[in-house]
């Protein structure tokens, strides 16, 4: 157990809806990156907040939106979501701006039908 | 742009049977090298970090190592259980980095009794 919750574990949804994926880090850590995993992509970093301030943005789609709040747990909003957006949704977390070791949490199964 | 590449993408091994995974990369200025083991459905789990050419580290049967262009993970007298996707990834130092992972697509591994 890597101390990074995710809710929820499993999702469906149709296309066009919007949901909503919930992270919350280890206790302490001010970092949380939002990473993508889909069989075609491989592991793609999407977003990085430290303290509730965006620090990197990777390959994120204008759909997708996130923050990070004052008690340090994060959201990931999808928005009108297409079939091409199922996949496997990670957070991590770590303990340093520019941090070095991520812990990574459970995922998010999202499925769009 | 930052690069990542694993290789074999699939490596069979009879129980005992040492091998070697490798992830060779581009980067403009490695702040470290990380290997993590990913279970099917589940989150990354962190293995090693890497900082400079030369360094090695080790944990049970794992050892990674790392030169200038590429790392190395041996695996020595594998059991089943040390069947999984092992993921390699970096990170750079520039700027707009802010500790992003930069993942390889993964070496799957299946060890057989």
């Known amino acids: 157990d890597s101390g990074v919750t995710q809710t929820p574990k499993h999702l469906i949804t149709a296309t066009g809806q919007r949901v909503t994926l919930r992270c919350s880090p280890r206790?302490?850590?001010?970092?949380v990156y939002w990473y993508q995993q889909s069989l075609d992509q491989g592991l793609q970093f999407l977003i990085h907040y430290y303290n509730g301030e965006e620090r990197a943005k990777g390959n994120i789609l204008e759909r997708f939106s996130a923050q990070q709040f004052p008690d340090l747990h994060s959201e990931l909003n999808l928005s009108s979501l297409e079939l091409g957006d199922s996949a496997l949704y990670f957070c991590?977390?770590?303990?340093?701006?520019?941090?070095?070791?991520?812990?990574f949490g459970p995922g998010t199964r999202l499925t769009v039908t | 742009e930052d690069q990542v590449t694993q290789s074999p993408e699939a490596l069979r091994l009879q129980e005992g049977e040492s091998s070697s995974l490798n992830c060779s990369y581009t980067v403009s200025g490695l702040r470290g090298l990380f290997w993590y083991r990913q279970d099917p459905g589940k989150g990354p789990e962190f293995l090693f970090t890497l900082y400079s050419a030369g360094e090695e580290k080790e944990k049970e049967r794992l050892k990674a190592t790392l030169t200038k262009k590429e790392s190395f993970l041996h695996i020595t007298a594998p059991k089943p259980e040390d069947s999984a996707t092992y993921l390699c990834a970096v990170q750079s130092s520039g700027a707009d980095s802010w500790g992003k992972l930069q993942f390889g697509a993964g070496t799957q591994v299946v060890v057989t009794p």
């Open positions: 206790s302490g850590d001010l970092s």
């Open positions: 991590a977390s770590s303990p340093q701006t520019r941090g070095r070791k991520q812990y």
